[in-house]
Structure formats: C-alpha cells, structure tokens
C-alpha cells in the first residue's frame, strides 16, 4: 500500500494530458453598427442596459405582479431548471471519474464440516452430525463423529484508478461542464422567453380592454343614432333606409365586442397558465378606458456586444465548446488504458487476533489495455465528433444572425410605430371631430344619414387603429429587450448564479 501511495502523485501529472484541439470562440462577422430609420435618435437612459426586471419599464403593478408568480410556478420553466440541476449532477459525476475508486469489505464466514458415521453396520456421510442413540426389537447401538467447526474474519480495504494519461476522462468531464453551462444559458432563455410572451399576452389583454370600452362606447352610440333615425322615420322626415342603416351598423359593432370580448378571455386564460393556474378559476379585473398604455426607452446596445447579452447565443457558444472537448475523448481512444488497484486488510480465524501482525495481506495490480482491429471503429467515432463540432459551429453562426435580425427589426418597428402612433392619434381625433359634426348636420337636416355612417365607420376604425399602434408598440418595446437579451449577461455564465435563474433553479418539491 505504501508504494502504490507514493506513486499516485505521479501519475497523476501523468494523467494531465488532453488530446482535445485548442478551443477558440468561432468567429462572427458583426456590423459596425444598426440601420436605422431616419430621424432617430438613440435613446440613453443612465443604466446604459436593460435591468433584469425589465419588465417594471412598462409601469404595471399588475404585471410585475404575474411576472413573480409565473416564475414561482411555470411548469415550462421549472422543466429547465430540472435539466439544469441534471447537468450539474451529470457533471459532478464525471469529474468523480477522474479519482480513485475505495470500497471497503468485510466478511465473518462460518464454516461447519462433519465426517462419517457409522450406524448398526451401515455408513453416512453428512455435511452435518447429530449425536444421539436409539433402539429396535433388540438392543443396538450407534456411534457418531461431531465433525469440525472454524469462523474466518476478513477485513479489508481496496483502491482501483485508472489514470487519464490521454484525457478520455479530463475531456468528458470538460465536457459535461460546458453543457451544463450551456443548460443554464437555456434556463435564463427560457426564462427570458416565459417573461416577455407573459408581457405581450398582458399587454395585449389590456389593449382589449381598451378596445372593448371603446367599441362599447360606440355601441351606445349607435343606439342613439338609430333612435335618431327612427324618430326621423316617424316624423316621416327621412326614409326608412336611414332607421335600417344605423340597426346594421350597430349589429356589427355589437358583433365587434362580442369579439373582442373573446380575444381578451383568450389572453387572460394563456396568461393563467404561464402562472401556473386554472384557467377557469383566473381573472384579472379590467381597465376600460383607464388604461394608459406607456413605452419605456430601450437603450440599444452595439452590434458587437449582443453576443454577450444573449442567453441563447451564449448556450450554442457553450455547446461548441462541449464538441470541442468530445474530440479529445475520440482522440484519446486511440491510446492505451491502463488500470491500477490495490488492496489491504487482516484476515483471521479469531476475531481478538484479527488486527495482529500475522493477520495481515496486501496485494498491487495494474492492468494495460489497448485495441489492436476495430475495422476503422474509432476513426469513424473520430469523425463523427469532428462533424458534431462543424454542426455546433453552423448552429452558434446561424443563432448569431438571427439575434442580429431580431434586434434590427425590433429596432426598425419601434422607430416606425411611435411615427404611426402619432399620426393615428391625429387621425383619430379629426375623426371623431368629423363624425360629432356630421351627426349634428343629420340631426338638422342638411347631409343624409350615409354621410354619418361613413364618419362613424371612419372613426371607429381610427380609434382601434390607435389601440392597437400603442399595444404594437409596447410590444415591440418588449420584443427589442429581449432581443437584446433582457437584463442578461454572459459573464453570469461562468459566476454559475445568473441572476435572471437563481430563483428556478431551485429544486421543486418531491411529492
């Protein structure tokens, strides 16, 4: 046991070689800068980034709110942060490889023997004997031999290693640790991703809210209007086609209600399942017109830097760097394994005697194996991990360009919408302004009734356009910081405590 101690520190230098190619991040080809549209200007809030509760931008208590129980209770990303824990248990595993392997045995055997006997002339043979006599007709009797019992006592402790001379195992371990950091990389997305649908479907439930304030409004006002109509009609002023006209047109905004009356129990119902709850047992109280949609400034950050801000593009980095490793592991099963054990203890038939000098055995083993015809096995293993790192490479390239196109295009929409926003606003408010003149020119009798349904539809349609500019634009807002990887960092990667995961990461509850 002494020597196989003393050798181990060597070996374990020995063990400190990787076959596994030098890893270096693939290179991107980023622009310079973003397009933008023109009359722009880039908005520079004191943070310099997006937070990570950057949802609270959007001035909701309701949704910040919906956004802490969603990550308390989403079953999607509890689901992640079970595959991240699993990593990390997969990864503690591999390493534990790397060590020696000491297991501990002890043993109390009994052992019994018994010998022949001989009864009334006729021989037995027994692994037991019993003593005792007994009688017939006559008078006979019976000799029996006892036999011979021992106890064996073994106590012993036994080391098998097996070096990493090539790295099989360094590069496994190296491995595993890259998925698991690529794991948490997908937790954070998943996050990222559960917060900003649970805000668009927020957003979009209250631009509903908006909408079906308003369409009831108009609702009521067409109701006036066909009273005004069909007291036209008995005053025999106008024809009957204005009373059918305005009951048609107030038919279909009831029917535009009843719609987005629907739309908005759709969205309360997802957004009862991204918290974790029945839909049928969810309600979130409504706004109406109370609703004051507002759009928080997104500071933009340089096309150079999005690598590092978003947690996807950081999962598909870590896993080309997990492919990196894995082509060490085929390199490595080209060399030879070699296999070392040892053991010691005490073995005696007396347990008083059993840690005595005399009771004593050791033994040392070492065992070299290598692979001589595998009929091209490990080179087409070689190759295969050689394709795995090409593929990952492609894979992290083609994640790069569409974080590149999320971020221009967001960025493009949201310039484009807040211009569309304001002209709307302007178009809603001439409309409405047209639309109470023509009613009052009806009701004097200067224009017919097709002018004023004309000017009710006009702005009707105008004030849902604006609706859903704003709702359009708070949604772009949202989409832009995710796009530009919400509060997220990459050097949370390596601290393993990413502030947008620490609360998932947790592990739920066993039944």
């Keep these: 046991m002494t020597r196989f101690a003393r050798s181990l520190p060597l070996l374990a230098l020995l063990g400190g070689c990787s076959l596994a190619p030098h890893y270096v991040r693939p290179s991107l080809s980023a622009p310079q800068r973003w397009k933008t549209a023109p009359g722009w200007q880039v908005a520079n809030p004191d943070d310099g980034a997006p937070r990570s509760d950057w949802w609270t931008g959007f001035g909701d208590a309701t949704l910040d709110d919906l956004i802490g129980r969603a990550i308390a209770h989403n079953q999607t990303l509890a689901q992640a942060a079970a595959t991240y824990r699993e990593a990390v248990a997969t990864t503690r595993e591999a390493r534990a490889s790397l060590f020696p392997t000491v297991t501990a045995n002890g043993t109390v055997t009994h052992t019994h023997s018994g010998s022949g006997s001989v009864i009334n002339g006729d021989t037995i043979s027994g692994s037991g004997t019993t003593t005792g006599s007994g009688s017939t007709s006559g008078s006979t009797s019976g000799t029996v031999n006892s036999g011979s019992s021992s106890t064996n006592y073994h106590l012993s402790l036994a080391a098998a290693w097996t070096p990493d001379f090539f790295g099989s195992l360094a590069n496994t371990a190296r491995s595993d640790s890259l998925t698991e950091q690529a794991r948490l990389a997908d937790l954070a997305n998943a996050r990222l991703a559960l917060e900003g649908e649970l805000v668009t479907d927020y957003l979009s439930l209250r631009a509903a809210d908006a909408q ?300």
């Design 212 to 511: 079906i304030a308003s369409l009831q409004a108009t609702v009521d006002a067409y109701q006036r209007s066909l009273t005004i109509a069909t007291n036209q009609y008995n005053a025999g002023i106008v024809a009957r086609t204005d009373q059918f006209q305005a009951q048609s047109q107030l038919a279909s905004a009831q029917s535009d209600l009843e719609g987005e009356r629907r739309t908005r129990a759709q969205f309360e119902d997802a957004i009862a399942v991204f918290v974790g709850e029945n839909p049928a047992s969810f309600t979130i109280p409504t706004l109406g017109m109370a609703w004051t949609p507002v759009t928080p400034d997104v500071p933009v950050a340089v096309p150079s830097t999005l690598v590092e801000r978003r947690p996807d593009v950081a999962s598909a980095e870590r896993q080309v760097a997990a492919a990196n490793a894995e082509i060490g592991v085929a390199k490595a099963a080209f060399f030879p394994t070699v296999s070392l054990s040892g053991s010691g203890g005490f073995e005696n038939n007396s347990l008083s005697g059993l840690f005595s000098s005399g009771a004593t055995l050791w033994s040392l083993g070492a065992q070299v194996a290598e692979t001589l015809i595998d009929f091209g096995a490990r080179r087409a293993r070689l190759a295969g991990a050689r394709a795995a790192y090409d593929a990952t490479v492609a894979n992290y390239r083609q994640v790069t360009l569409t974080a590149f196109q999320d971020v221009q295009d967001n960025l493009i929409a949201s310039q484009v919408l807040a211009r569309q926003e304001a002209l709307l606003r302007q178009a809603s408010i001439a409309a409405d302004k047209s639309e109470a003149s023509l009613l009052n020119q009806y009701r004097a009798g200067i224009v017919v009734y097709t002018d004023v349904v004309t000017a009710q539809a006009t702005a009707l349609t105008a004030r849902r356009a604006l609706i859903q500019a704003q709702v359009d634009r708070q949604n772009a807002a949202a989409a832009l910081i995710q796009a530009l990887g919400g509060g997220w960092s990459d050097a949370e990667i390596a601290k393993g405590s990413a502030a947008a995961v620490a609360a998932a990461a947790k592990p739920v509850a066993q039944p």
